[in-house]
């Protein structure tokens, strides 16, 4: 029955050792594949995670999308990626609202402070390497702010005294932290 070969191929129990190699033999011969779209109909989960990056020449952003693609897969995830570009009119959006029925959430580089669209998203998501102040979306970052501080602190005890910064754009935290940190 439908309902055995589906106990077998996802591992489940009640199901006879001779009845499971019966199963097992027949999807062998047959090259039989699970649809995973009617799957993730069942059970509301699409097992996928898309991340979307500015570009992928950068190493920081090559090296985040290998660490977080096998991350995912070693959980049994599977990633779609996408770069949005530096533009601000190139936008995570854009992807994020296109494949909303493919993903179970996203791990976003945001290109530009759309800190009220991405908190409405109905799915979970978690940028990357920029926070936006005021927001309440999980967020992986680097300490900006301490790491500009300690580098500017670093100058002035080896007696530099024409120190410039140049930042980034502010609205989101790179350039305030670094700035900040800087000041």
């Not at 006879?16 to 019966?22: F, G, K, N, V």
């Not at 005890?157 to 935290?173: P, W």
Request: one cysteine or more; aromatic letters at 8%.
């Amino acid at each position: 029955s439908v309902s055995t070969v589906s106990r077998v191929l996802n591992h489940l129990d009640r199901v006879s050792d001779e009845t499971r190699a019966r199963v097992e033999d027949a999807v062998a011969k047959l090259g039989f594949m699970p649809n995973a779209l009617a799957t993730s109909l069942v059970t509301g989960q699409t097992r996928i995670v898309m991340i979307v990056v500015p570009n992928f020449t950068l190493d920081f952003h090559a090296v985040t999308l290998q660490s977080a693609a096998e991350t995912f897969r070693h959980n049994g995830y599977q990633s779609m990626i996408f770069s949005s570009g530096e533009d601000p009119e190139s936008d995570p959006l854009t992807y994020l609202n296109r494949y909303i029925h493919l993903i179970d959430g996203a791990l976003v580089v945001p290109t530009r402070n759309r800190i009220f669209d991405l908190q409405r998203f109905s799915k979970p998501i978690v940028l990357l390497n920029r926070t936006i102040h005021g927001s309440e979306l999980n967020s992986v970052a680097i300490d900006n702010f301490g790491g500009c501080y300690t580098l500017t602190q670093l100058l002035l005890e080896n007696n530099h005294k024409k120190i410039a910064i140049l930042s980034v754009d502010t609205d989101m935290n790179i350039g305030i932290d670094c700035l900040q940190g800087f000041c």
